[in-house]
């Protein structure tokens, strides 16, 4: 665990330069010109305290109690502005200061009451930024939110998280103490220090309804799309074998990383076998069992079944057994009947087990969709791929470990076909959970009916809402009449989507660069330029021979629908 502590401290420390600090800044700086010394120890100490305390418990907190994350973030903005104004209007100032004077005076220490009013004011700051900042995260800290989301908090997790806001919050602290030392020492600042507090009062109210409007999520996707390479490999050094073998051991303490041959954990019951009656890995010894983890409207893994059928129409009798751990990305790929028709529909003839609670996906210590697994005949892994690709390098480690079983004498022919992807538009997620690139002027407001408005240009990989949309937490749902507008820059377009009820059926117009689509750029569920949705699953919209820039509007004719996420190829 040191050695997570040690990484995760340096990780906060490098978040300094990374895009996602770049919101926040202009609060941190604040301290600079506002307060006495104690300002920026209170807004340190408030920040390390706050973030480490909702990365891990927030979801908690949300499940209890029915209060929403948002509900949570606007009081923190109103705090930010609330302070900014102070700056600007002296009688609010002075309010201010009087009643943390107040609040302060029950106070025990032995320093004066003005010192410990610049502390907890600076405090209450801290605490509010904990909570609105949204950091850059690598796998060390996404493993913690993994963690935290399935409810396994432990000690070791809030030493590593708070040793990741410490490590962020020291260069916070020098810019602020840089600041003050520069405006005490150059004359023409100290003459015009009531000038920039005014000047700060405006960036901090600024700052405060671009965080509720969520114009900081737009101002960090155009930083990125104008400079592409900015941050770019800030978290790389945690992409080490060491981190991820510490990693693994954090998620699944029971599992050791003595050498690279490890025992493979157990399969975990969550939900229903599908094409076999349940197996475990105990069972299969002396076969080669390969573990793929997956979910049936991952485009990602979708693309990799069709190797999955041909090893096991090709090893099945020699020894190897595929077997695929369904672990749901949404809600609604735990309903068995869903995972049931998908694995008709894809024609897959391997087991498949539901993993609806994360169990042996955290048993694995896994963190990809698609991720496969390859254990010998001693029940140990021996290999593992994430994602796509690399399939002849898989099926030749497969007949390593069947001949080491004794089951296969000869090689056969490697001949994997070659999938090349073109995308160069990232997945999106339309839920307000994880949205991400969109670009409508209006704010989202979780589950409740809003109109939207379309800008005169979307940029390349943005994406926005017209008319009435009911965003969720996962999905977005389209009223009657409404329509989205996304440019992406791929050959292929794929969108995740259900009916909002059973026995309904949902109806878009697909247009392609303000025309109806034709037959020729048409995806597989697009039939004269409309699509019908009538099932939980992953629809084909768009497919072009090579990818390109272009630009998508889908309109909806009902109101029948549940929108999740859009992947490309």
């Not at 609040?103 to 010192?115: G, I, N, W």
């Not at 975990?268 to 599908?274: E, Q």
């Not at 490697?414 to 997945?427: G, L, M």
Request: contains cysteine.
């Amino acid at each position: 665990m040191i050695i997570l502590i040690a990484f995760a401290f340096l990780g906060g420390i490098v978040t300094i330069l990374s895009p996602c600090i770049l919101p926040i800044l202009p609060i941190v700086l604040s301290g600079s010109i506002t307060g006495g010394k104690q300002r920026p120890w209170g807004v340190v100490v408030g920040f390390i305290a706050s973030f480490t305390f909702f990365t891990l418990f927030l979801s908690a907190i949300v499940k209890a109690t029915n209060i929403s994350a948002d509900a949570l973030r606007t009081v923190s903005v109103i705090i930010i502005a609330g302070f900014g104004i102070s700056l600007l209007v002296p009688a609010f100032q002075v309010a201010i200061e009087r009643l943390f004077s107040r609040l302060t005076s029950v106070m025990s220490f032995k320093t004066p009451t003005a010192t410990r009013s610049d502390f907890i004011s600076g405090l209450l700051i801290g605490l509010s930024l904990g909570l609105l900042w949204t950091p850059c995260v690598g796998p060390i800290l996404a493993s913690i939110i993994t963690l935290a989301a399935t409810s396994q908090v432990t000690a070791d997790a809030v030493f590593i998280t708070l040793a990741y806001a410490t490590g962020t919050a020291i260069p916070l602290l020098a810019i602020t103490y840089g600041g003050r030392n520069l405006l005490t020492k150059n004359q023409w600042l100290v003459t015009n220090t009531a000038r920039i507090q005014k000047g700060f009062g405006v960036l901090m109210i600024l700052t405060a309804l671009s965080i509720y409007f969520q114009v900081d999520r737009k101002f960090q996707s155009y930083i990125l799309n104008r400079f592409p390479n900015y941050g770019v490999g800030l978290t790389k050094f945690e992409d080490t074998t060491t981190i991820k073998n510490a990693l693994q051991q954090l998620q699944n303490p029971s599992q050791r990383k003595e050498s690279s041959m490890i025992n493979a954990p157990e399969l975990i019951p969550g939900g229903k076998w599908f094409g076999s009656t349940p197996l475990t890995i105990a069972s299969l010894r002396g076969k080669v069992v390969l573990i793929d983890f997956w979910t049936y409207t991952c485009i990602n893994c979708i693309r990799t079944l069709p190797y999955l059928k041909a090893w096991h129409e090709k090893y099945k009798d020699k020894g190897l057994v595929i077997i695929g751990v369904h672990t749901p990305e949404f809600e609604f790929e735990k309903n068995p009947d869903n995972v049931a028709r998908a694995i008709r529909d894809f024609g897959l003839a391997y087991p498949v087990m539901q993993d609806n609670d994360y169990a042996t996906w955290n048993a694995y210590a896994n963190r990809y969709w698609p991720a496969k697994y390859l254990i010998d005949k001693n029940g140990v892994i021996r290999y593992t791929h994430f994602g796509e690709g690399d399939y002849d390098e898989t099926e030749t480690k497969i007949q390593e470990l069947l001949k080491e079983a004794g089951s296969l004498s000869e090689d056969l022919p490697v001949d994997n076909p070659t999938y090349r992807i073109q995308s160069r538009t990232p997945e999106i997620y339309l839920g307000n959970w994880r949205i991400a690139n969109f670009v409508s002027p209006e704010p989202i407001k979780q589950d409740i009916a809003t109109n939207y408005s379309v800008p005169k240009n979307i940029t390349r990989n943005t994406f926005a809402y017209g008319g009435t949309w009911t965003v969720g937490y996962e999905y977005a749902m389209p009223a009657a009449g409404a329509k989205l507008v996304f440019r992406f820059d791929a050959a292929e377009v794929f969108l995740v989507m259900r009916p909002k009820s059973k026995g309904t059926m949902g109806s878009i117009r697909v247009l392609l660069d303000g025309k109806l689509v034709t037959e020729e750029n048409a995806g597989a569920d697009v039939v004269s330029g409309v699509v019908k949705v009538d099932v939980d699953r992953l629809y084909k919209l768009i497919k072009f021979a090579t990818a390109g820039e272009h630009l998508l509007e889908l309109e909806f004719q009902n109101g029948n629908l549940q929108l999740y996420a859009f992947t490309f190829g």
